[in-house]
């Protein structure tokens, strides 16, 4: 039991968690409802929000992402297009490298590659909230292209540096992978698709 | 029982397999010796040879590839580097777009992020006859970095369009495809990497 926890908030918390994984399981991200999660685990839609916030943000929990994606995303868009590849990559690369994160960041990518309610969840939940949002950032017509161009660059990195540990990509210093692969995001993000 | 072969290949033909699985499994691709093999399938190693070909084709039956990674980049490194990443990302789509390949390819991806062993297989195997490969047609100092930031994209384009059915990109025709990462590519292959 954890500390400071009482006893009860622990078994709420749980059955919540549960309640949201079977229907997150059962009808998708977007499909979804916080009031069926809490009628499912016997409390009101307050509890719900009280613990976890918002919906993404318990869609995190259950897929035991150790951050949220928008909460990375969010303030890179907001320092603007110019550049956005660079510090995409480099921003990704640190949460990565970082003690601690990396374990539970591989569970969740062999959880979705390997399931399908799993690959499912997570790309309604990529396509609303990571590529959806990257793409309205995006002044092209071919925004939505642009945003999951991005999504398969940045999958194809993580999973080869970090989950197959390719070499010598996977001991390649950040600097090196970022001065390599920023070009490219940047290209899909703003430059001319050809 | 498969028609025209004999109830007795068809099970050395499953002895050679197990015992390449273990072998690949316990001592890796690059460690793993066709005469072992044999030795622990109690056959011949020229039978193991004749059922199966190269080491390189062994393992393509045991991660149940539908063709030999090499076969694919050999002719396409034989007309040379110019063009060589839109030739590479066309050969790639036509091969996972083919009816009948997209679900053992999905199955390998899924062994492969899912296990340890497989993957460790997998990466030694990718290392040695497909970055390896590709690195060696390089005359850069870098070409091995280049080589697995080609792989990283690839990965990842397969990942996103076939595994993860990520929309548009899942649904994006072949051209567009081709005409957005073949220059993504190219420039790991042959441009300046900052």
Redo the contacts between chains.
Sequence with gaps: MKRGRRPGAADTRAAILAAARARFAANGYTGTKIRAVAADAGVDPALVHYFFGTKEELFAAVMTLPFRPTEILGPLLDEGLDGLGERLVRRLLGIWDATGNREPLVAV??S???HDAA?AM??EF??REI?GRLARALPAPDA??RA??V???????L???Y????????N?DQD?VV??????LQ??LTGE??
Tied chains: 1, 2.
């Excluded at 999504?151 to 990195?157: N, R």
């Excluded at 989950?163 to 996977?170: D, E, I, K, N, S």
């Excluded at 001065?179 to 490219?184: F, I, K």
């Design positions: 990518v062999r979705v590659t390997g690959a997570m790309r990529v396509e590529v939505g292209l999951s161009l999504a398969s660059q940045v999958v194809g990195l999973l080869a540096r989950v197959l540990g390719l070499a010598p990509l996977a390649a090196s001065a390599a692969v920023g070009p490219t290209h899909y698709l050809g």
